[in-house]
């Protein structure tokens, strides 16, 4: 099990890196040929993001940990869709992604809910 810090860290990390992707331009990223791969792409990064954040309020033992997690990654989202309209020439926002990236949040927390419940039922 990852110690706190090094959590922090990784989170910290995929969330500047998570910024930087979706702010420069995205023509090297690969292209499997589906209609909404871009959307797929923005669930996957968001809902990991929700994990990641979560993990890391859970090790700091921060009361509601699933809650807090959801509502800042779906902040974080809109935030960086906002940003891409505003400096960026290469990026537009866009509703779609911002849905994108808050189905990936949703189900992210579903997963964490669900585990959570389990986790409960066990013991």
């Known amino acids: 099990m990852l110690d706190n810090k090094k959590l922090l860290v990784i989170a910290t990390i995929y969330t500047i890196t998570l910024a930087v992707l979706s702010l ?5 990223i690969p292209y499997f040929g589906t209609n909404y791969e871009d959307k797929i792409y923005h669930l996957l990064a968001y809902g990991l993001l929700n994990v990641l954040w979560y993990k890391v309020l859970v090790n ?7 809650l807090i997690a959801f509502t800042v990654s779906i902040i974080y989202g809109i935030i960086i869709e906002v940003l891409q309209g505003q400096f960026t020439l290469a990026r537009d926002p866009s509703v779609l992604d911002i849905i994108a990236n808050s189905i990936g949040v949703t189900i ?11 986790i409960d039922k066990k013991i």
Request: net charge positive.
């Open 60 to 66: 700091l033992k921060i009361n509601n940990p699933i």
């Open 24 to 28: 420069v331009s995205n023509d090297s």
């Open 108 to 118: 992210g927390s579903l997963f964490l809910v669900i585990k959570s419940k389990t």
